[in-house]
């Protein structure tokens, strides 16, 4: 049962990597060096100081970047591959007391992957904003986008299974949102 919460807890902050690199990471990060969270013993390190103040940092301009119109698409190009690789370190770190192989394997598959899906429906959400309103909305996103990440982080630590549950949820809701936009623009063209 610690491994599927672990995991559960993985797969949640992976889905906070998708909309914002370096909240979990720094969630995370102020949740371990306080002594709320145990990660794996080679990923002790995201809960040292020098850590803290990076993610803290990292955090800042990321945070900074995202509400300058047009930056903020830059950085999709840029955050999309660091969001699989970023979801696949949290959830690694996160999964204990199984065989690296195994640990590497759920990581990748639902760590990166689900990190990899939330990134890319705001890189949409986001392209979408900026040639229906030139990127004029896009400060508005970016602050829904921070408060899902602040939301699904501190939720994944919380909650786990009921922050899995949501997560879950709005990817089935967006799916359908997505095959309903698809079949509407087949039946126009």
């Known amino acids: 049962m610690e491994t599927v919460l672990s995991l559960c807890v993985g797969i949640g902050l992976s889905a ?7 909240v979990p990471l720094l969630v995370m990060s102020i949740a371990s060096y306080s002594g709320h969270l145990s990660l794996a013993p080679s990923f002790q390190w995201i809960g040292s100081q020098p850590a803290l103040i990076a993610f803290a940092l ?3 301009l990321e945070i900074g970047g995202y509400y300058i ?3 903020d698409n830059f950085l999709d190009t840029i955050a999309t591959p660091a969001a699989i690789v970023a979801g696949t370190i949290v959830t690694a770190s996160m999964v204990t007391d199984v065989s690296p192989f195994l640990k590497w394997t759920l990581a990748v598959i639902a760590g990166g992957s689900t990190a990899g899906l ?3 429906a ?3 959400i986001r392209g979408a904003s900026s040639a229906g309103t030139g990127g004029l909305a896009n400060p508005i996103f970016a602050t ?6 602040l939301i ?3 939720l994944s630590l919380v909650a786990p299974i009921v922050a899995v549950g949501l997560i879950v949820a709005v990817l089935v809701i967006l799916g359908r949102k997505v095959a309903q936009t698809r079949a509407r623009a087949r039946l126009i063209s």
């Open 152 to 154: 699904t982080s501190v």
């Open 16 to 22: 906070a990597c998708g909309f914002r690199i370096f």
């Open 118 to 120: 939330v990134q890319g």
């Open 69 to 71: 119109p047009w930056v």
């Open 122 to 124: 705001t890189v949409l």
């Open 144 to 149: 829904a986008e921070l408060g899902g990440s």
């Open 58 to 60: 990292a955090t800042a």
